[in-house]
């Protein structure tokens, strides 16, 4: 399964070009209204682009100069999004049976296909049941058992994830992970462990554009965005870069930095940090500290210390020691 998109929807001013190779998993991440869902909603179909092309294995789904447009029953995907939309006056068994039964399987082979599904999902005892009955973890699980028995060439996933209790989530997404290893998928997500689990490569949408493309662990380690440095739990500072260090736009120089072997002088560079190679002094320090920057403290707050993950090198550059902080 190859997918390609170059869309523009110009009233969310949302243009972006995309591909998704056999067998990849891309996490899409961002801000509110950077463009994600509509990105996604283009592909499967529920949202109308006024520009560009999508491309499903060498089928053309939509083509703004030729006037191609296929309905979303008809494009070999499956969206699952954050509420699991079941039908109520079905039971989780004839929910997971109405796609291959609209597929053309007479009702025994599609309860068939469905038993199965309910199976890999954990949760056959529940195949009688209506949605009312089902907690949001079990209604989420039946919801991917639908979608994966429609036997979807691509899966979509838009935050499946947001709308459960947070005890739910861990048991989720190892179901996620197990489905998604042998087939291709776009989920959109503002959790960096779904990107760090789930997915192959990271998008980065703000503003209705990608700002910045991967392998997971590249983005996530030395990002270029300051959306990506964010949920990877790093500092970011922008600047034209200036022999070992980077000078931002007010003139502050962070020196010390390693650079990245695609970095020229004075091209415009980002300097990337962990918050743990910050030090916060009332008298001014000595000793080793390559940048000692004056500063005022207007507040702070606890953060949880984050687990099996702590990215300290950048895209660019990294900075080997910084103190003080500045705010």
């Known amino acids: 399964m190859t ?28 801000p509110n209204g950077s463009g994600k869902s509509t990105l996604l909603a283009s592909v499967a179909g529920i949202v109308r682009p006024d520009g560009g092309s999508v491309t499903l294995d060498g089928t053309v789904l939509f083509e703004h100069a030729t006037g191609t447009w296929r309905p979303p029953h008809d494009r070999g995907t499956a969206l699952l999004a ?22 053309g399987l007479s009702r025994g082979q599609a309860r068939t296909t469905a038993s199965h599904w309910l199976a890999e999902v954990d949760v056959s005892d529940l195949a009688h049941r209506k949605p009312s009955q089902l907690s949001g973890g079990q209604a989420q699980r039946v919801a991917i058992a639908r979608a994966l028995a429609a036997d979807p060439r691509l899966l979509l996933l838009d935050e499946p994830m947001a709308a459960l209790d947070i005890t739910v989530v861990p048991a989720m997404r190892q179901l996620l992970k197990r489905v998604l ?10 959790d960096v462990l779904d990107a760090l ?40 500072a922008r600047g034209l870069s200036d022999a070992g260090g980077v000078v931002t ?8 930095l390693e650079h990245g072997p695609d970095i ?35 507040g702070s707050s606890p953060t949880a210390l984050k687990s099996g993950y702590g ?9 080997r020691r910084l103190s003080p902080s500045s705010t």
């Open 3 to 30: 997918l390609h998109v170059d869309i523009s929807v110009t009233k969310r001013d949302v243009q972006a070009t995309l591909d998704v190779a056999p067998g990849e998993t891309v996490a899409i991440v961002g």
């Open 82 to 103: 954050q509420d699991p939309l079941l039908f109520p006056h079905l039971d989780a068994l004839d929910n997971v049976a109405f796609g291959p039964r609209s597929a």
């Open 249 to 256: 736009a007010s003139g502050l120089r962070i020196a010390g």
């Open 264 to 298: 020229r002088p004075s091209a415009a560079a980002v300097a990337v940090f962990s918050p743990s190679a910050v030090s916060v002094h009332r008298e001014r320090p000595h000793g080793s500290p390559r940048n000692v920057i004056r500063a005022v403290v207007r």
């Open 181 to 190: 290893a042998d087939r291709s998928a776009i989920i959109v997500t503002h």
């Open 197 to 236: 689990l789930l997915a192959d490569r990271v998008v980065v949408m703000e503003h209705g554009r990608i700002v910045e493309h991967g392998p997971t662990q590249d983005v996530l380690s030395r990002p270029r965005s300051t959306f990506a440095a964010g949920i990877a739990g790093l500092n970011l």
């Open 311 to 319: 990215p300290t090198r950048s895209a660019l550059t990294s900075p």
